[in-house]
């Protein structure tokens, strides 16, 4: 069990007032709070050893390069990746899609070929795989999804063909909290030999990630929905597939030899790795991968669990005219929802004048909106750090909005 109490001291944002009230803040999808040691992490390597990494033979630079090189090692332990070199460091989710887009994609995608996502996927799982399909004259056909926001299993096997080169679904959805059967999409996926892409933004702070076990050919997330800071996050890619893809982007770092005769490329992982790196964020990254080990996966999936479950009964009871989006049996800490005759932006304005930050529109996801014929949802997601006492606040907040609307 987590001592929220203990653990919100680490975080100093929430000691802060928001609107005269104490921050309420329930915007975890978008981005979660960042420990003390993560921000003191990044102040550390600018104040002490501020060094580019790799190339130099001086002391700074080798301090930076362990420090660097650190992170890496803990996040192939996070998610149990057989070889360091697997893990690609990037600028987060989006990059790491359209590099693997960008490079596999162009590589296996034929005309007439089709690249699988599903319908609940947000933008980023979406627009890479247009712009290459397009360019490819290959389709994006997406999978269907149930009223209660799962995919529709029997519908993703109809579409499967041996035309079906790619399928890129999320772990989890940021719209709708549903909890992918991953290890069964993947299966089915590589019995007609695709390959699989599955997005983790949602998943890898929450859920336990083992690639190997899972066998997915490509896993991508973001530090800043982890504890880390914003512009950070990997991509892991089987060594395979990795060393056959050619590089994402050009300059140093990613090279063995140049000459004006031609060029060749350096090893995994740096063949994906070009340019000056993002240093001070990778570190604090790694910080970010300590804190959860810290505090256990395990223990903080638990804690956002019961946070979830108290707070849809007591939406369900207390605001009856609330529908909520994203019913399915597993689903990670995200509350979405419309109240009858309030428009959602409305409901998260009234909520901020209160303190209390909650996510309102389309989420990225406009296709999975007009599935269920929405303009956007009021979206409360819960973090480690959030409290029963925050959920009662929030819940009297909405009860209050109901009746001023009369």
């Not at 929430?14 to 921000?39: C, M, R, W």
């Not at 914003?230 to 000459?259: Q, W």
């Not at 479950?309 to 509350?335: H, R």
Request: charged share 20%.
């Amino acid at each position: 069990m987590i001592d929220v109490e203990q653990l919100r001291k680490e975080f100093p944002i929430l000691s802060t007032e928001v609107n005269g009230h104490a921050l309420i803040y329930f915007d975890n999808a978008a981005t979660n709070q960042k420990p003390k040691v993560v921000v003191d992490a990044l102040q550390e390597y600018y104040d002490g050893y501020n060094s580019n990494v790799h190339r130099g033979a001086h002391t700074l630079a080798d301090k930076a390069t362990k420090a660097f090189e650190e992170t890496r090692t803990l996040l192939q332990e996070f998610i149990n990746a057989g070889k360091s070199e697997e893990v690609i460091l990037t600028k987060g989710t989006t990059e790491g899609i359209n590099l693997v887009a960008q490079t596999y994609g162009r590589m296996v995608l034929n005309e007439g070929d089709i690249v699988l996502v599903s319908t609940m996927e947000h933008h980023s799982n979406i627009v890479p795989w247009q712009l290459i399909a397009k360019e490819k004259g290959a389709s994006v056909l997406p999978i269907p999804v149930s009223e209660e926001g799962e995919i529709i299993f029997e519908e993703y096997e109809k579409l499967l063909s041996e035309k079906v080169k790619i399928v890129a679904v999320n772990h989890a959805s940021n719209a709708l909290g549903t909890i992918n059967p991953v290890e069964d999409i993947i299966q089915k996926a590589h019995a007609i030999g695709a390959k699989v892409l599955i997005d983790g933004a949602q998943s890898a702070a929450h859920l336990t990630v083992d690639v190997q076990a899972m066998d997915c050919d490509f896993f991508v997330t973001s530090a800043h929905k982890m504890f880390g800071p914003t512009g950070m996050g990997f991509l892991y890619g089987k060594e395979e597939l990795l060393n056959a893809m050619p590089p994402f982007l050009g300059g140093g770092e990613m090279i063995k030899e140049v000459s004006f005769d031609g060029t060749t490329f350096n090893e995994l992982p740096y063949k994906f790795e070009a340019g000056t790196p993002n240093i001070a964020d990778t570190i604090a990254f790694g910080v970010a991968v300590q804190f959860i080990n810290k505090w256990g996966k395990e223990n903080i999936a638990a804690h956002e669990k019961a946070l979830l479950d108290y707070a849809t009964e007591k939406l369900k009871k207390e605001v009856p005219t609330a529908k909520i989006y994203g019913e399915a049996q597993n689903k990670v800490s995200v509350l979405s929802f419309v109240i009858e005759n309030i428009h959602n932006y409305d409901i998260g304005m009234m909520l901020d004048a209160r303190g209390i930050a909650v996510r309102t529109g389309h989420h990225c996801t406009q296709p999975l909106m007009a599935r269920y014929g929405l303009e956007g949802t009021v979206r409360a997601s819960f973090s480690a750090y959030n409290t029963f006492e925050e959920v009662d606040k929030f819940i009297e907040g909405l009860v209050r909005i109901v009746k001023m609307f009369g």
